[in-house]
């Protein structure tokens, strides 16, 4: 399946209705949903979907980690999501304002950071969309470094649940948080979700007509 075709599928769904549909095929051992990770721009809620473009950030004290060939931001596909793994220990943004200037430039949908950021003034008159689990002032340089790009990262790796993206992997995210999809699971995902989608609106019918959760949910949710 095509990136845009996977988009399309996915198109009429939140991270929340993707994350339940992952949950109920957790069968498949796809975890999904970003732990910790929040939306700090635009100030406007938006929704955004696209391939993951995957940079991990080490500590400039790694000196065996490869060193990056090249800026991330400057080869980053247009349509893409930019995906970063900081290191938990670094104290520094790895996102800020001129990065965001360039990937608007070169057509990037967005940037979702597991770690901090900064220049939050200039996402926002940007309008840029950027999801992160936390702020810094200060910038990389001298703390970490980018390593592997397009490589698998694994996000929020100190707690319970971490997610392994992989470039190409469909993400989206919107103002509830951000979800990552396998290429090859975006159709029955979006058929799952579907499914659950059309049982919460008939609860949520009658909910609001006096019902209650309980007899709701055995109403609807098989």
Known sequence: MDHQTAISLLEPYSSCDISDALCKLIHLNIIGHFPRVVSYSPKTPVRIAGPAYTVEFVL?????????????????PPGSIIVIKAHRDAPNAVWGGLMTARAKSVGVKGAVIDGNIRDIAELHEFDFPVWASGQSTMGAAPFCRPTGVTEPITIGEATPWPVVVKTGDIIVADEDGVVRIPLEHVELVAKECKLRVEMDKKCMHDIKNGSTIVDAFAKHRK
């Not at 400039?60 to 980053?76: F, R």
């Open 60 to 76: 400039t004290s790694n000196t065996a980690a490869a060193k990056a060939k090249m800026n991330h931001v400057d080869t980053a």
